[in-house]
């Protein structure tokens, strides 16, 4: 789940690496990207902002703004890829009430 840096600003999400090829997700102009063309580790892993900033706004999948309402206001990111938590340790919601008829 690194990120990778491409040519042509796209950007990647790595998958699986093996000695000879890396299996990965790319985001952006990936009709750009040919065989063979430099791709750069970012020692980051993927996550995406988090927080109320987010009420109301379009984002891609990764967490950037697509509704021109200028940049995301929040410094709480979250992994992408996480555990959720268990089903006991879950708190049940609003809705659940509503739908359990309480």
Do not use: C, Y
């Amino acid at each position: 789940m690194e990120m990778l840096e491409l040519e042509h600003g796209v950007v990647g999400l790595a998958f699986n690496l093996e000695e000879d090829d890396v299996g990965a997700a790319l985001f952006g102009e990936w009709q750009h990207v040919k065989e063979g063309e430099p791709v750069r580790r970012t020692g980051k892993v993927a996550s995406v902002p988090v927080g109320d900033a987010l009420l109301g706004r379009v984002v891609d999948p990764l967490g950037n703004p697509l509704d021109g309402g200028g940049p995301i206001d929040t410094s709480e990111t979250r992994l992408l890829e996480f555990k959720a938590p268990g089903v006991v340790a879950r708190q049940p919601g609003p809705m659940s009430a509503a739908v359990s008829g309480s």
